[in-house]
């Protein structure tokens, strides 16, 4: 038997280390593979041989592994370019040295377009010793060709929960008051959209629209009129008319030609304070926390995490599954219910599933009936953690042994 | 049999309810009083004659009060002064009005200073029917007389939950990076420093120490440089030796005269850039939701602080007691245990419990063991949470009823 190579790509999610566990897990009750190799800080490491041998991994470990948040194999923000052949050459002599068949990568849109290039990379040149699977991750839950991504189920759980709790929070007081809670979502609206979950969104800022400063302003105005308070989420990439975003005093640049956001709750704390609109604001960026929390995963997102690494291992027992993607399809029905399918890569690769324009409410009002049916079914469910001094256990990364 | 009435004072907590819940059940299991009253938004409200009667609640909403985060009563930030006669006026007779003999009040040492001039006043005035018992909460645990307060422990389980997933995020990407977390804590760095029971911060910057520019960055470049990563944490409160917050850009007024903070983490983030010390720098400013969250509640907290309700609500049977404040006094030994103490409210009032400076390692090193020691049994144990649509429970708060 050969062996088998998997690697993460890109931001962290609460759940990224389910799919790992899972396909370690489906490889020890039907071994396909002779080895289960970690690549190290994704493609950057795998071109560097930095491995990890996780073929024989305890029952315990493959458990503590699924309530770990971060890429515990490490990540990369290295894109493979398709005119790269040196990089694409280096990778197959890799693979040849290490008898790895397959390799598992998880991760975005970005990841998606490296194992379709690699995938049409082999076959261009003959090569069908080696193949090339994808298995979505995202809290931006923007991959197209999947119902949803895992990760952006237990994200868009922590961000209710928060803005449940904030929303109490700011309401112990009689003063006026304006609350921001800034989500992450460059290009899609998903985690924002997620907030309305709580039933306490006033105003809701999608990047799916073009950002109308007065409009806005007239609203927030309105509601703090009628009950002295308003409850606001935002996107990091809401933006204007014309492109800019609302947080543009604030953005850097990302290794990708991405802008790195941020500050878009400041910024209207900025346009609301100056316009008088309401005289106190307050203002939480979830940053961080929200991708990478462990109290908040979604017990659906960590199983459907899981699985799907199994699903995309079993799907490699035919010898001509290269270039896909696994993702998800949700079964019609009142009951949820979800089925794994597989899609090819190229579809997936560098396109961005926005949140659904007739999904959207005039006037920042917030998401439709039909969006919140979406949503719901998506954050139920908590695993039971496995604590150790206080707080949830973790395992220690594989880059860091 | 007279009545009593509880209200809750200044910045919520996950755990302020679970005071209000353990004085009603102490009262249906012993009944003290005739009536339970809430009275709303502290005594902004009680001034008002605005009460919800909790005489009788059903054991099942007092299971979910003690999960719902943020004062279900709702707060005030009104300072009783002490030479503002006729408000206590109004309050004794009010008190006679609902036959009311004694009020629980929950908050910090504002509150306090509220307990001890109320029961001054009615001593000066021979007004022996009526009494005033305080009920320590602050996410800040800065209250003297105590061990420690509640509200504090789950707060401190939040950030080191976040310490550590954020940690395990920042270091998934091999390049250069400084991660910035920002902690409540005005005048005192028990919030931050809690973070250190993650085990990785680098560089702890508390507002007991006069924060010195050129140390600090010359120890983030000495990090950078051994590691390519520095975690660094900072209260809210850090300032120079001038008494300048390092954040004082940013800094606002709240209606006590004090200065509203926020900012620390970004002014770090300033400084090390334009030093050079790092090229890259994430900051996570953890603001309303450290105090709010229900998902890392400390058992140990909530258990505290629902049977510090019940103790508070016991003392009152004896008709002596006034003016004074329950409290924690942690046992001598391994394991840990607390016990419920009074003390004279005046003793806590207007006072701050710093962070012991010895307790602080010297350049930003963080926090000796025995602080360790102290901090860890705080953050033990979960509770059973209720949920309810894939997020806690809450009960709707009674000043919306």
Redesign the interface.
């Known amino acids: 038997m050969s062996n088998c190579l998997v690697a993460?790509s890109g931001g962290?999610t609460s759940v990224i280390n389910a799919t790992v566990a899972g396909i370690v897990k489906a490889n020890q009750l039907n071994p396909i593979y002779d080895k289960v190799l970690g690549g190290l800080?994704g493609i950057?490491?795998t071109l560097e041989e930095r491995f990890y041998d996780l073929t024989n991994m305890s029952d315990e470990e493959n458990r503590i592994l699924r309530q770990?948040?971060?890429?515990a194999l490490?990540?990369?923000?290295f894109k493979l370019k398709r005119d790269n052949v040196e990089a694409f050459e280096r990778l197959i002599a890799i693979m040849d040295k290490y008898d790895i068949e397959t390799l598992f990568y998880t991760g975005g849109n970005d990841s998606m377009d490296t194992v379709a290039a690699l995938s049409e990379y082999a076959r261009n040149n003959g090569i069908t010793n080696h193949r090339f699977v994808g298995c979505p991750k995202t809290v931006d839950n923007d991959l197209m060709e999947t119902d949803h991504c895992p990760g952006f189920a237990s994200a868009a759980?922590?961000i209710?929960?928060?803005a449940?709790?904030?929303w109490?929070?700011?309401?112990?007081?009689?003063r006026q008051e304006v609350?921001i809670l800034e989500t992450m979502g460059r290009d899609a609206g998903w985690l924002a959209a997620s907030a309305c979950?709580?039933g306490n969104v006033d105003l809701l800022i999608l990047p799916e629209e073009n950002f109308d400063k007065e409009l806005f302003l007239k609203k927030v105005e309105e509601c703090v009129k009628e009950k002295n308070k308003c409850y606001i989420v935002v996107s990091e990439g809401a933006h204007y008319e014309n492109g800019e975003y609302i947080a543009a005093g604030e953005a850097k640049n990302d290794g990708f030609g991405h802008a790195v956001l941020g500050g878009a709750g400041k910024a209207l704390e900025a346009m609301i304070l100056e316009s008088g609109a309401a005289s106190r604001c307050?203002?939480?960026?979830?940053?961080?926390?929200q991708?990478?929390?462990?109290?908040?995963q979604?017990l659906v997102d960590v199983n459907e995490s899981f699985e799907l690494g199994m699903s995309a291992h079993m799907h490699t027992a035919d010898p001509s599954f290269t270039g896909k993607m696994v993702g998800l399809k949700r079964r019609e029905g009142k009951e949820y219910e979800a089925d794994f399918i597989t899609v090819d890569a190229d579809k997936v690769a560098n396109f961005v599933k926005h949140f659904p324009k007739e999904w959207i409410l005039p006037e920042y009002k917030g998401i439709s009936e039909e969006a919140i049916a979406y949503l719901?079914p998506l954050?139920?469910?908590?695993p039971d953690?496995i604590?150790k001094?206080?707080?949830?256990a973790?395992v220690t990364?594989y880059?860091?042994r």
Do not use: W
């Open positions: 993460q962290p800080n950057e490491g770990t948040p971060a890429s490490g990540s990369c923000r759980k922590f209710t929960s928060v449940k709790a904030t109490l929070d700011y309401n112990v007081y009689t609350f979950l709580s307050k203002v939480q960026d979830l940053s961080t926390a991708r990478c929390h462990v109290s908040q979604s719901r954050i139920q469910g908590e953690l604590m001094d206080g707080i949830p973790y990364p880059y860091m």
